[in-house]
């Protein structure tokens, strides 16, 4: 099946440092990545959406200087959480979805197992 | 604005119990639905994906149903067992960007 790995699993780090997580899919080319916040019993909310070799659509009230995403690759995405402070502590999901012919429906989206981020 | 409710928020049962989980939308204009299981600090595993024009999807002893019109579906799980304690997610796909809307979920625990 579709493997989507993340990359950290837990990063703890002070407030003001920028972190960068990773988004891989391993063993199928990724044409769309979805990025995706979670807070504790809440739902995942989208931050925003990539395409490789485009620039990312954010959600509103998605600050886009705050969380860079970068897609340069049909295997890789990058969410990068600069000068971040404690309020951005939270649970950060990628997801993934493959170039494909499924007769012009939605392409089921792989997620990764998630990055848990704590700012001190 | 697309809305996604799960009814109950969380449900614990005893083991061997089947059980319904319930999910609702408010835009029945719809792609499709999936189910997804979320075990805790983990992320996402789908279960069943219904197309919008399908009624119901099966896999073991998992049976979504979507009933579009009233925007509704639910997740049956027959002879619950303690593994298949996780919340359980429902998302709706919107038709052509490839978005999921996502519900808060419903916390399952199976109890020995």
């Known amino acids: 099946g579709a493997v989507v790995s993340q990359h950290p699993s837990w990063v703890i780090c002070k407030s003001g440092t920028s972190v960068k997580i990773e988004c891989r899919s391993l063993d199928f080319q990724a044409t769309t990545m979805f990025w995706y916040r979670q807070f504790p019993k809440q739902s995942l909310m989208l931050m925003a959406t990539s395409n490789e070799g485009s620039k990312a659509t954010y959600e509103q009230g998605v600050e886009k200087d705050k969380f860079l995403i970068n897609h340069a690759s049909l295997t890789l995405s990058t969410l990068t959480v600069t000068s971040a402070h404690p309020e951005d502590s939270s649970f950060y999901i990628c997801s993934a979805s493959a170039r494909g012919t499924n007769h012009g429906r939605n392409q089921p989206q792989h997620f990764g197992d998630g990055t848990r981020l704590s700012i001190l | 604005k697309q809305e996604v409710t799960q009814i109950p928020a969380a449900l614990s049962v005893p083991e061997g119990e089947n059980l319904v989980l319930n999910c609702s939308f408010t835009?029945?204009?719809?792609?499709?639905l999936q189910w997804f299981r979320q075990d805790p600090g983990k992320g996402l595993t789908s279960l069943l994906l219904?197309?919008?024009?399908?009624r119901e999807q099966t896999s073991g002893r998992l049976n979504a149903s979507l009933d579009k019109s009233s925007g509704r579906s639910t997740l049956y799980i027959a002879a619950s067992q303690p593994g298949d304690s996780a919340t359980y997610l429902c998302a709706v796909g919107q038709g052509g960007s490839e978005k999921l809307v996502f519900g808060k979920g419903t916390k399952l625990t199976v109890n020995p």
């Open positions: 835009d029945s204009a719809i792609y499709n």
């Open positions: 219904i197309q919008s024009s399908q």
